[in-house]
């Protein structure tokens, strides 16, 4: 959706999923596997603040080993046996938050 038409990009990508979900879909239940023995990992995530300022963060990431990937939302967290490296980039003057968006309950990034 171009920009003149004066939506913004990301309420133009929450209105997309909104648009695909149905509520007998709801609510959403997240998938949870363990992952082990992966040795490569390649992933992109933003840390953004939610309403009450608490940082979140949110991550996709890639993490395999010999031909075998799964890729998804990290959402229990990472652990490392020796080392990840982590590049940073800082957004500054954002206004961007976490909001919680109904009927999802999910925390979504608002623009």
Do not use: Y
């Amino acid at each position: 959706m171009p920009i003149e038409s004066g939506c913004r990009a990301g309420s133009w990508i929450n209105w997309q999923l909104r648009l695909e979900l149905k509520l007998s879909e709801l609510p959403l239940v997240a998938m949870e596997k363990r992952l082990t023995n992966a040795h490569e990992v390649a992933g992109v995530g933003t840390l953004f603040r939610d309403e009450a300022g608490v940082p979140l963060v949110h991550m996709h990431m890639a993490c395999g080993r010999a031909g075998d990937t799964i890729t998804g939302c990290i959402r229990s967290g990472v652990r490392v046996w020796h080392v990840m490296e982590v590049i940073l980039q800082e957004l500054v003057d954002t206004t961007a938050r976490r909001v919680t968006e109904q009927p999802l309950g999910f925390k979504l990034l608002q623009p």
